[in-house]
């Protein structure tokens, strides 16, 4: 016979049944979906947010360090023309019950935080460490406070104990709520009141607490030319075959600093047969970046090459239809492998040139100045418009970066 039940037990049992998250724990890949904004609210153009970015990384994260706490607040930047930005953006749920928030997708950083647009909701999962915490992005920067909580990604990923960011101060961020950063964890390092703390990412807990079988994020992005669209997918754990063809060529993380501290590689670019735009140089690939940034030097070789001219009122350079029709593909040459970045690559989509401040008489070329010499250490970013064409992984278990072609390498979307 079952003995009696209290009333108040039952309450308790209740209580902590309903605090406990769902928590899947096949290692099944976890697929995400992600969206494209145009977000141009600010006055800047594409390039100057990009470069302010660029400066960032090649100045004060030399080294494995963020620009983190105690630089932030001593930034300079005209948070009037820095908001203003193409947002790769992706959903994600924070307590239990989670709130959802839009959240930019960001491998040049590794620090997740909210606050931007929506606040922070506290929930039974919330726990505040008692860390301050700050980083900025040179085109924008945050602090506050940290939180640890639970975090959710696609159907049932639930991570417990993910160290989140509370902003109390954010500048340069509109219309989102904050990053998901999904960068090298030494990115980390600094960005708390904790100098000497590192915070693990949504990727390294992920996969500590068996929720992926693999440490590795794979990344596609189809190339669209509508202003807002949800075209992309992170696939947590694995890759997702469906989104490229062949095989994923694989190449080491970079030696050379400061591009090793992000994800980095080793690359040269040869415009057409014959004409060397950039000799074998480090940088990085990053999905906070928009266009392809090239040291001063490579980037006025290209310019040259493709006898383009710069324009005033987009900051990107710029063809006409006849000079467009005469454009010769670009070739990145990562590791052991060459890929061919088309014409139609290399120009911002045309039915979306009003959104960036150009005409419809121009076609605009999407790459731009880094606005440094070459043999920095960081001398070129490759950004969404090059990531888009290719298939990405950045594999932090085993510090390597692959790429491979997609049914859109050779598209004629643009």
Known sequence: MLLPVSLALLWALALASSAKPLVVRDKSPITVPFSRRLNFTGKSTLAQRDRVRAQTFMGCCRGGMSCGFETAAASVFDVSAMNGAVDYTVTVGIGYP??????????????????????????????????????????????????????????????????????SVTEGFSGVDGILGIGPQDLTCGTLSNADECIPTVTD?????????????????????????????????????????????????????PA????????????????????????????????????????????????????????????TTAEYDKLESLYFNIGETTYEFTANAQIWPRSLNTAIG????????????????AETGLDFINGMTFLERFYFVYDAGNSQVGFATTPYTNATTN
């Open 98 to 167: 989670a709130t959802e928030y839009t959240l930019i997708v960001d491998t040049g950083s590794s620090n997740t935080w909210v606050g931007a647009d929506q606040a922070y909701v506290q929930t039974n999962t919330s726990r505040n460490t008692g860390e301050e915490v700050e980083v900025d992005y040179g085109s924008g920067y945050f602090e506050g406070e940290e939180y640890t909580d639970t975090v959710t990604l696609g159907s049932g990923f639930a991570i417990t104990n993910q160290s989140i960011g509370v902003a």
């Open 205 to 257: 807990n992920a996969y500590s607490q068996g929720l992926i079988s693999a440490h590795e994020v794979g990344i596609s992005f189809e190339p669209t030319t509508s202003l807002s669209i949800t075209n992309g997918e992170l696939t947590f754990g694995g890759t997702d075959s469906s989104k490229y063809t062949g095989t994923i060529t694989y190449t080491p993380i970079t030696t050379t600093e």
């Open 260 to 319: 090793s501290s992000y994800v980095g590689i080793d690359q040269s670019i040869t415009y057409g047969s014959s004409t060397t735009i950039l000799p074998s140089s480090a940088g990085i690939a990053d999905t906070g970046t928009t266009l392809i940034l090239l040291s001063s030097s490579a980037y006025k070789a290209y310019e040259r090459a493709t006898g383009a001219t710069y324009d005033e009122n987009t900051g990107l350079l710029r063809l």
């Open 358 to 373: 150009g005409t419809s008489e121009y076609v605009y070329l999407i790459v731009n100045d880094l606005g440094s010499d």
